[in-house]
């Protein structure tokens, strides 16, 4: 079993189910001087008032805060802004913060892994609208071999290329932790 090769990922190739697998978490530490109570205080703040970031000079934009502030645990999001008031468009998704505040000598550190999830709402419209791209193909040409092969196949393209779109597009947004422990660092400063 082990001298088989079977499941070998070999460094440097790429394989079709890394283009669809999901980006891995990507783990974040911000540390402040200030207590984890006085960090959760600012914090549960500074989610309230909603501000956006001051871009740095190689910024892809202006960044807002949300999420929740629960005791210690926290759950922020990040969504990325071309200016404040329009939100980013082509691949510009949310980021999500998971973690916790947690006491450190000195001070404190806000601890915890980011990801980038695709909303429920995005795959329910894509099942719903291939599901009625379907039926109308079905109503247009008859119950056929031909209507239910063309269904079938660009069904298929189309699910590829959304799955792939998907991936992409979380990877791209995972790429603004940066900006996310700078918007952090400056609020719990």
Do not use: C
Request: no cysteine.
């Amino acid at each position: 079993m082990a001298g088989d090769g079977a499941g070998v990922l070999v460094p440097g190739h790429r394989h079709v189910a890394g283009f669809f697998a999901a980006p891995d978490p990507v783990i974040l530490n911000v540390s402040s001087a200030l207590p984890p109570d006085e960090v959760v205080v600012q914090l549960g703040q500074a989610i309230r008032e909603r501000p956006y970031s001051t871009p740095g000079r190689n910024s892809p934009g202006f960044f807002r805060l949300g999420g929740a502030v629960i005791g210690r645990a926290i759950r922020v999001t990040a969504r990325p802004y071309v200016v404040p008031g329009l939100i980013a468009g082509y691949g510009a998704m949310m980021i999500e913060l998971s973690g916790e505040v947690v006491g450190k000598a000195p001070g404190s550190e806000i601890r915890g892994s980011v990801t980038a999830p695709i909303p429920r709402s995005s795959v329910w419209l894509a099942v719903v609208s291939l599901i009625v791209w379907a039926v109308v193909v079905t109503l247009g040409n008859g119950s056929n071999l031909v209507s239910w092969s063309f269904i079938l196949i660009v069904g298929s393209a189309i699910t590829l290329a959304w799955g792939w779109i998907a991936r992409h597009n979380q990877r791209k947004a995972l790429r603004n932790v940066g900006e996310l422990e700078r918007l952090l660092a400056s609020v719990i400063s």
